[in-house]
């Protein structure tokens, strides 16, 4: 598979990376990160792979909470570390 290239694919790299930096609780940036990575493959700027799936899947369940459950700094640690190996793997997709 070749990865998604031109100014869309680009920008949505960038987005992605820049919201990684984001001040603020760890686990709601990555709700963030999740959700600036699914527009950017519903617009079609970049193209799923299965190991991009796979690590969003892994962070779906770090993030997962029951109602009224904060979720803390294991999640927040393990959300931080799935976001940089997506990161990584962004130059694939």
Do not use: C, W, Y
Not at 18 to 45: M, P
Not at 56 to 71: F, P, S, T, Y
Request: glycine share 6%; hydrophobic share 45%.
């Amino acid at each position: 598979m070749v990865a998604s290239s031109g100014p869309a694919a680009e920008a949505a790299r960038q987005d992605f990376r820049a919201s990684l930096e984001l001040k603020g609780h760890a686990v709601e940036n990555a709700r963030t990160s999740a959700d600036i990575l699914e527009r950017a493959f519903d617009s079609g700027a970049l193209t799923r792979t299965e190991r991009l799936d796979q690590m969003l899947d892994d962070l779906a369940v770090a993030l997962e909470q029951d109602e009224g459950q904060k979720l803390g700094g294991k999640s927040a640690e393990a959300a931080r570390f799935i976001l940089r190996a997506i990161s990584r793997e962004l130059d694939n997709a």
